[in-house]
Nanobody, 121 residues
Framework: VQLQASGGGLVQAGGSLRLSCAAS????????MGWFRQAPGKEREFVAA????????YYADSVKGRFTISRDNAKNTVYLQMNSLKPEDTAVYYC???????????????WGQGTLVTVSS
């Protein structure tokens, strides 16, 4: 499956962005989906995950209550709604897909190219 992330940009602290990740080449509705991020000089970290049905979601503590992951299986797309953004949310955000992995593990089989989110103070 191929993943294409979009929606990143520059936003002021306290603002909002919605990231999208469009999938092609596979049965999207069969895949668990995740969002990860990597800030400059830091390791990639887990942000959020959603199960293949959308019935289960999981968030990193750092984004809980501010970010919402969702999916539209009819559009083969997963979203990350980011509210109350902070400068420390600045990172390249990656979407990922896997048939079996769900949650914080980075062992997803498929990864998008990343989209840059910059939050200014």
């Amino acid at each position: 499956v191929q993943l294409q992330a979009s929606g990143g940009g520059l936003v002021q602290a306290g603002g909002s962005l919605r990231l999208s990740c469009a999938a092609s080449g596979g049965t999207f509705s069969s895949y668990h989906m995740g969002w990860f991020r990597q800030a400059p000089g830091k390791e990639r970290e887990f942000v959020a995950a959603i199960s293949w049905t959308g019935s289960r979601t999981y968030y990193a503590d750092s984004v809980k209550g501010r970010f919402t992951i969702s999916r539209d299986n009819a559009k083969n797309t997963v979203y990350l709604q980011m509210n109350s953004l902070k400068p420390e949310d600045t990172a390249v955000y990656y979407c990922a897909a896997d048939l079996y992995t769900f949650g914080t593990s980075p062992n997803y089989d498929y990864w998008g190219q990343g989209t840059l989110v910059t939050v200014s103070s």
